[in-house]
Nanobody, 126 residues
């Protein structure tokens, strides 16, 4: 069983930055593929960024170059550095973990993740 606790959300002006963190439990963190998803009111949950067990990454096109996903195996932590934030980035952000060791485009599918955190709100004002 893996437990995920997301934090770091908040209110920021357009063009600003935020860093989301996701604390994970479990001794096999280094073998999991990890991801960040987001959901805004009235919309379906959307993939944002994923990272494989080998640190390879995959991003939603609209965040490529602005967001950076990373992981720290020593601390069992997942991060999402978000720069140049836009009002369209406003959403609840969720971290997720999957035990399949997936890489590449497979990281973008929500049904490839078994464990989900509670979400942290990001609001970007104009």
């Amino acid at each position: 069983q893996v437990q995920l606790v997301a934090s770091g959300g908040g209110l920021v002006q357009a063009g600003g930055s935020l860093r989301l963190s996701c604390a994970t439990s479990g001794r096999t963190f280094s073998t999991y593929h990890m991801g960040w998803f987001r959901q805004s009111p009235g919309k379906e949950r959307e993939f944002v960024a994923g990272i494989g067990w080998n640190f390879s990454t995959y991003y939603l096109n609209s965040v490529q170059g602005r967001f950076t996903i990373s992981r720290d195996h020593a601390k069992n932590m997942l991060y999402l550095q978000m720069n140049s934030l836009k009002t369209g980035d406003t959403a609840v952000y969720y971290c997720a973990a999957g035990g399949g060791g997936l890489l590449g485009r497979s990281l973008g599918r929500a049904d490839n993740y078994e464990y989900w955190g509670q979400g942290t709100q990001v609001a970007v004002s104009s």
